[in-house]
Structure formats: structure tokens, C-alpha cells
């Protein structure tokens, strides 16, 4: 049962690997990709934004809702603790696969940038983005947060350990260089059409309510030092976003 576990696990981190490979085609427009966020049926307008907007939706519910320690407890009398992580992985690139699939473009130019040494800088600042994302997930504990970790260790016998508070390189500068580098991927585009705008904007909205819930956990796992860290480092960028303690 434990091999299978880690088996369970590694399939869903390959499955997630990939969905992430194609979400940075699909975002960026890749040329050969069938699908893409200006790529793909055309119908209504009306139609498009309904089911667009569902589409962000569904994926930010599946990513809130099942985050929350709350539901984790709940969820975890069904599935087994070691891949509960592997099964959240799962369903998040499950909503992605089916944002991908049912993603209705919508044409119409908000900017186009033409100029040769302005679109070498926007393609730049959107690898950058998905670097920063890859970067970070590895700053905080990327097995962990992929599942591998979880299913390993329980396969070797050992105890996951309790939640560790990090703050290396980038988490120095800013809370959330996650949520920054998802921020410059979805806006950096040379070329925004309004389905595009649409998704970054749906996205953006999606992770400012992420953070103000991953804070409310963070507070509730690490207390005083998560508040003082609040207090003294940006939101998503530097100096800007601090919060300050409540007064005790
Ligand atoms: C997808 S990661 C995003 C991390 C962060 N919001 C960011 O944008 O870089 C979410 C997980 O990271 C954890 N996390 C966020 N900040 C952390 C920190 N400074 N130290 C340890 N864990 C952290 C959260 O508890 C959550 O399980």
C-alpha cells in the first residue's frame, strides 16, 4: 500500500508537471499548441465571458476551498493523510485541464506592442514571472507541496514534520514572489486581447483572495512571528502591503 502511494504521487506530480508546461503555452500564446487563450472556438461574446469567468471560478474554488485546514480535516477522514496532497494536485491540474479545454477567446486589442526592443522586454519580464513561480515553490518546499514528500516519508516509516516558517532569498524581499511571479506571467504580454484580459484579471482577483486567506493560516500555525514578518515585509512588493500588528 505504501508503494502504492508514492506511485499515486509521482503519477500526479507528472500529471501536474505537464499541465504546468502547457499552462505557460497557453498563457503565452505558443505557436502549434490547438488551445490556447487566444486560440480556440469562437462563439458569442456573451457566451465567452460566462463561461470563462465559470472557468476561473471553478479553478479558484477547487484551490481555495480544498487549501483550508477545515476542509483538510474533513477531506482526510476519506483519503489517506500520506496523498491528500497528491489528490488536491490532481484536482488543481483536473481544473486546469478543463479551463484549457472549454476556454472561449475573445478577440479585440486592449494593447499591442510592436516595437522589437518592447516586446524582447515583456517576453522577458513573462519568463521571469514563471521562473519566480518554479523558484519560489523550491524556496518553500516544492516536494512538500507537490505531495512526493508526504507519500516518501510514508513509505520510509518517518513523521511529516510540523510547518517550518521560511524565509529565504526572495521571501526576504516579499511575502508572496509565488503569487508576484503568477502576477507578471498572466500581464506580461505583448499582444492583450480581451479574452486574455479577461483571465488576468480573473486570475489577479483570484489570488488576492488566496493571500488573505494563506495569511489567516499562516497566522494561525506560526502566531507572533508571521505578524512581525507582516509588519516588515511588502505584499507582493517590496515595502508596499505591510501590515501591522494588531495591538495586544
Ligand atoms: C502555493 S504556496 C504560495 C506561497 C506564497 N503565498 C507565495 O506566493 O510565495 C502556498 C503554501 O505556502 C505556505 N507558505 C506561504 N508563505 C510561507 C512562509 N513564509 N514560510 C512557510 N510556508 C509558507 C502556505 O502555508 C501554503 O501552504
Redesign the pocket.
Known sequence: MRALFLTFSAIAYAIFFATFLYLIGFVGNLAGLPLTVDKGPVGSVGMAVITDVALIALFGVQHSVM?RQGFKKAWTRTVPKPIERSVYVLMASAALIILFSFWRPIDGVVWDVANPLGQTIIWALFLAGWGIVLL??FL?NHFE?FGLQQAWLHLTGREAAA?????PLL?KWV??????GFFLAFWATPHMSYGHLLLSIGMSIYMLIA?SY?EK??IS?FGREYEE?RSRVGMLLPGIGRRAPPSS
Open positions: 487549501a519560489s515553490t518553500i507541496l510547518p517550518v516558517f521560511r524565509q521571501y511575502r508572496h514572489p509565488l503569487y508576484l493571500i494563506e493560516d499562516l500555525y514578518y
